[in-house]
Each structure stands twice: as structure tokens, then as C-alpha cells.
């Protein structure tokens, strides 16, 4: 999508010498070595010349009912064949059959909101009906519906798809969506969505267990959902007609926080008791519209307040972001968060990763929970926790989803950390810096010195979908070690060339479906050095974070072993017999050479009363061996 010439330039030249050799000394998968092969991607952390993607164009028309959690629609699509494969069938995720009877989940809905699963109603490739009722051309298996194609999609050709659907909203076990109270539902993951057809793995056919998340091509949206009077609707598009379904008011505040940069009510506690906010025909038809977005979800609310406030996310373009926060007043610190919103969205948009928002909106969607939060193109369905600190992390966590994996379109159910790791770490200096007393990345290190090296710390190269219903294995490798992964290589190799690294990357492959072995390849070119060394433990190997002090002599060595095989900076504090002290401190590259022992030299006239290895930044699942003490 967003091409530099510049910056490609700059792979050039230093591939040129012969840094893109290095990458063989990772594990490459056959996977990748075939689409280098077919130039649809190099080792050059660039797309190949020869790399595509498909799309689709939705135009939907949908009803839901609150009173029976039945949502109706009608999809017509177009979807655009650009690979150079001719496809003999078409694969639908269908999410919501994560609660069809038989279907394996990654967790026990103890019988609750099972059903039949999505109920097409029919379907029609190129405005042939398709008869559903032949099971062998229209397979369901797990979440995807597998419909066979009579006539074959060429390449560089497309399909008119027309799919009637009708599906029950959970309303008992709300899995990332769903119905929350009798005013509030969000509705995600609801609708037949073409499932991703890839240079990688063809047809992705990973079923949706509950733990797996988004994996989806950049389409366009055209959404009209009807809903009963008084119900209120934010997704994460364009809403096209505020004039059709609000009280006029209420349209003219929407004007009035547009055109300005403060923080305005668009809906107040008490707007209720004076007028009526949506139009009062029986039923309202809300259209919605986005583009080049990976997906499309939806709030519903009842009673819910409105603040709005636009930011100014370029300026070089003069391009605005528009944010939203939609709560109740029981809500916990929910009327701040438009204002938490705000400072995250310029935090990501100046500082990290420092490229401007990539959407025009973003609406933080309160479920009335108070613990979680869901993410969506430009939406977040949050919860309101009761700690200030984790509401302000937990806004910005979610709205980061928007870069991560939304704008950089990575397959989340294959490498969750190239997106959870993001949302996780980007948060903790902002919300350190606000919250002395959060210590949010104290808090990582802490769990994950808790819970490495045992069997379920699995590497963040294992498939999420492998670890499947493994609640430890995935937030480990999803969350807590890439997050300290990426911090100790900011350390490492510096905090200017890791932001450009990371910016190199989002610039070359947003609105593409880039491979941790693409980010690993830009990152090493930018940096101009083979980062194998920390990339394969942290993120390829079995390894735990443990270093011991091994050797401490009086003229002023010290040996240092990583047991564990992470490679991770190093703190020493060296106490003397008169009371003096010495803080010394090397970041992650000291383990560069690979060796499994480093020395470490200092010079003193007093003699050495007690050395410590480590501190709370720096994790150490073993710190036995950590502290000597020297008492003649
Ligand atoms: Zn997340």
C-alpha cells in the first residue's frame, strides 16, 4: 500500500553486502523458501516483485433483533482473484460456529449458546444458486464453510458471491462479542467473510476455537444494519446518514466536534430525560462505509453516553483522526477515556511507532464488563477496570490493534506476537511515565520470570493455533516474552535504528500480509547487522531467562553464564567494604558472540563486600545463584 523508494534503496545497499545471506542462519520455512522462489517475497525484508493479495468488496444489508439476538443479512460481494492461481473453490469463515453443536472449542461453554451454527440461506456464485444441500460441494468443517466452484476463478478475474445468512447472537457466553446486558451488545466476527487466500499457505483453514484470532485481506465495506428505534450504533466505518437516525441536536454536536479539537458530549446522562435520540420511525436503518480495512463490527447501545474529539494525527497532510468513547456512568473512569484515547492516539502517531494513525476513526465501545477488552478495525470493545492505570493501558492496548495486526495485516492466527507483542509493549512507557506507580513492564518481567522454561513456554515461532487451548503457552509466546524481546533489542541495538527498523517494516508492508521473517529481515537490514544472535533464542529456541554469577576474583573479573540461553542485558551493583558502590550495566548485545560465558572487568582499590546480578527489569527465572558475598 505505501511504497518508499527510498527507504528500498536502502535494503539495496545493504543487501549488497551480503546481509541478506544472514537470514539463512535462521530456521526458514519451506513455505517461505517457495514464495521466494515464485518472487512473491525475498530475503530482502520487501514484498517480491511478483507479490499479491486478494480483495474483497461487501455490500451488506443486515437486521438484527434484540428481543430474539437474531441477526439476518444479505451479503453481495465481489471477490478479486490477484493471485496467479485458478481457484476450483471458495472457503468463508463463519465465526459464529464456534458455538455450532460438535464443533471443537478451545473452552467449555458448559452447553450455553450452542447451536445449529450460521444458517445459510442460500448462496449464489456468479448468480447461480449454489444447492447447499449437496454436502460434498459445501463442506462446513469447524468455522469455514468450503463451497466447491462449478465454474473455476481465473487469475486476474473475480466472482459476484450473494450469501443470505441468519445467525443468533450469544447472549450467556459472550465470546468477544456478544450480548453484555439488555443495552449493550457487541456484534463482531458475524457475518460469511471470504477467508484469506495467500502466497504462503494458500486457502488459510485455520478454524476459529476461541483463542485464534484475525487473519483478513484489506476489503471495502458498505453496511446497513436495521435495528429497533432507540438503539444506538458505532462501528468501525463511516457512519453515512446521522441525519436519517439521530435527533437533530444530536447531528449538529456531531458537526460541532469536527470541526474543532476538544473533547465534546455528543450524548449526555441526561439528554435521555429531554428528548429522544434516534429517529422514532419503528426501526432505523444505520449505513456505515470503509475502505481497505481488514473487517467490520459494530456496538449497539441503549442509554449510552457519546463523547467525541479529533486529533490531528499528520501534519504534513493535514489529516484528522476522529475518536470516540461510548460508556455509562457506571462505567468506571469511562468519562476520561476519550481523553485516554486521545493521548494514545498521539502517542502512537508522534512518538511510537511514530507513523500517523492509519484510520480515520477509532471508537472505544464500553461492554460494561470490568476485565478485558476485544479489539476491531477502529473499534474496541472494552472493558472499564477499576484501576486507572490499567483502563488507560487497557485503551491503548486495544486501540494499537488498529496498527497491529489491522494495519499491518499480519496473521494473527498463526503469530499472535506480531501484534499482541506490539499492543503490549508499545503501552508501557506511556503508562510508566503517567502511573509511576503501575510499573507495567516491572509487571511483565515479573510473570515472565514466573512462568519460563517450563514445558508450556513454547517459542513464539510455534503456531498460535498449535498451542491451541493452551491459556499459558499463548500469552507467553503472544504477549509477555516478545514484549521483552523487542525492549531489550531497542536497548541493544539502539533506540534510533530500532524505530526506524520498526518503521522501515510498517512502511514497506502495511495493508500487505507480512511474515515474522520479513519483519526479522527488515529490522536486521536497517540495523546493518545480523541479529540471528538475539532473534533465534527469543523468538525460534526453547530458552529461559537465567544468568548466574559464576566467578567473581579480587583483581576485578567477573563471569557471567546464561543458563537459560535468552540473551539479556546485564546489571551488576558491586558493594565495597567502605560503603561505596558500583552500578554497572550492558545491554543484551554482550551475548552477541554467542558464547555461553561473558566477563565482565572492574577496577577498585577497596576490596568487594557483595555483588548482585540482575534487577526488576531484567528477568531471571533462577536467582539463586545471583548474589555472593565476600566476608574475610
Ligand atoms: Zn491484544
Redesign the pocket.
Known amino acids: 500500500m505505501i511504497r518508499n523508494s527510498a527507504l528500498i534503496l536502502v535494503f539495496i545497499i545493504l543487501c549488497q553486502f551480503g546481509l541478506s545471506a544472514q537470514t539463512a542462519h535462521r530456521f526458514i520455512s519451506r513455505n517461505f523458501q517457495e514464495a521466494v522462489e515464485k518472487q512473491t517475497r525475498t530475503f530482502k525484508g520487501v514484498p517480491g516483485p511478483d507479490y499479491w493479495q486478494n480483495k474483497a468488496n461487501y455490500v451488506i444489508e443486515a437486521a438484527f433483533d434484540p428481543s430474539t439476538a437474531k441477526l439476518n443479512g444479505l451479503a453481495s460481494i465481489v471477490y478479486f482473484n490477484n493471485s496467479p492461481d485458478t481457484l476450483d473453490k471458495i472457503v468463508f469463515n463463519l465465526y459464529q460456529d464456534i458455538f455450532r453443536e460438535g464443533n471443537s472449542r478451545d473452552w467449555d461453554l458448559g452447553g450455553m449458546d450452542i447451536t445449529k451454527g450460521t444458517n445459510i440461506k442460500s448462496l449464489a456464485f456468479n448468480d447461480i444458486k449454489v444447492d447447499l444441500l449437496d454436502k460434498v460441494s459445501n463442506q462446513r468443517q469447524g468455522t469455514k464453510l468450503i463451497s466447491k466452484l462449478n465454474n473455476k476463478l481465473l487469475p486476474n478475474d473475480s466472482l459476484r458471491i450473494h450469501i443470505a445468512w441468519e445467525v443468533s447472537i450469544p447472549v450467556k457466553r459472550p465470546i468477544r462479542m456478544g450480548k453484555y446486558n439488555d443495552s449493550t451488545w457487541f456484534i463482531a466476527y458475524w457475518y460469511p467473510q471470504l477467508a484469506v487466500y495467500d502466497d504462503m499457505d494458500g486457502w488459510d483453514m485455520i478454524s476459529y476455537n476461541g483463542s485464534v484470532e484475525f487473519y483478513n485481506d484489506f476489503n471495502d465495506y458498505e453496511v446497513n444494519i436495521t435495528v429497533p428505534k432507540d438503539y444506538v450504533l458505532w462501528a468501525g466505518a463511516k457512519l453515512l446518514n446521522p441525519a436519517d437516525v439521530f435527533n437533530s441536536q444530536i447531528v449538529n454536536r456531531i458537526e460541532e466536534a469536527s470541526s474543532g479539537f476538544e473533547i465534546k458530549h455528543i450524548i449526555t446522562e441526561d439528554d435521555y430525560k429531554k428528548f429522544k435520540i434516534t429517529n422514532q420511525t419503528a426501526k432505523n436503518t444505520w449505513k456505515f462505509a470503509s475502505n481497505n480495512v481488514p473487517d467490520f463490527s459494530f456496538g449497539i447501545g441503549l442509554g449510552k453516553q457519546w463523547d467525541m474529539v479529533k486529533l490531528l494525527v499528520d501534519s504534513v497532510s493535514n489529516r484528522t483522526v476522529i475518536i470516540n468513547s461510548v460508556y455509562t456512568p457506571e462505567n468506571k473512569h469511562f468519562n476520561k477515556v476519550a481523553q485516554f484515547a486521545l493521548t494514545s492516539v498521539s502517542y502512537m502517531s508522534y512518538n511510537w511507532p511514530g507513523l500517523a494513525f492509519p484510520y480515520p476513526q477509532v471508537t472505544v465501545f464500553c461492554d460494561d464488563r470490568t476485565g478485558g ?1 476485544m ?1 476491531s478495525p477502529m473499534m474496541a470493545n472494552n472493558s472499564a477496570p477499576d484501576d486507572e492505570a490499567d483502563a488507560f493501558g487497557l485503551t491503548f ?2 486501540i494499537a ?1 488498529s496498527y497491529f495486526p489491522f494495519y499491518m495485516g499480519t496473521n494473527e492466527k498463526k503469530y499472535a506476537f506480531m ?2 507483542g506490539w ?2 509493549y508499545l503501552p508501557t512507557g506511556l503508562v510508566d511515565s503517567l502511573y509511576p506507580d503501575h510499573t507495567s513492564l516491572k509487571w511483565i518481567v515479573k510473570k515472565f520470570e514466573e512462568n519460563a522454561g517450563y514445558e508450556f513456554d513454547t517459542p513464539p515461532m510455534v503456531l498460535n493455533q498449535l498451542m491451541g487451548a493452551n491459556y499459558q503457552s499463548l500469552r507467553l509466546a503472544s ?1 509477555t516474552r516478545p514484549s521483552l524481546a523487542y525492549n531489550f533489542l531497542k536497548n541493544a541495538i539502539g533506540v534510533e535504528l530500532f524505530k526506524l527498523g520498526l518503521q522501515n517494516y510498517m512502511k514497506v508492508w502495511a495493508g500487505k500480509h507480512p511474515t515474522p521473517n520479513d519483519f526479522f529481515t527488515a529490522m536486521e537490514l536497517t540495523a546493518g547487522q545480523d541479529l540471528n544472535w538475539f532473534i533465534r533464542p527469543w523468538f525460534y529456541d526453547f530458552a529461559y531467562p537465567d544468568l548466574a554469577l559464576r566467578k567473581v576474583t579480587k583483581d576485578g573479573i567477573i563471569v557471567i553464564e546464561n543458563v537459560g540461553g535468552l540473551p539479556l542485558p546485564v546489571e551488576l551493583n558491586l558493594l565495597f567494604t567502605d560503603g561505596s558502590k558500583l552500578k554497572i550495566e550492558k545491554d543484551a548485545s554482550i551475548w552477541s558472540s554467542g558464547e555461553k560465558s561473558v566477563i565482565i572487568e572492574f577496577t577498585s582499590e577497596v576490596p568487594l563486600q557483595e555483588i548482585d546480578l540482575g534487577s526488576d527489569l531484567i528477568p531471571d527465572s533462577n536467582k539463586k545463584s545471583n548474589k555472593m558475598l565476600f566476608i574475610d
Do not use: W
Open positions: 477488552g479489539e492496548h486495544e490493534h501484534d499482541e499492543a503490549s504477549y
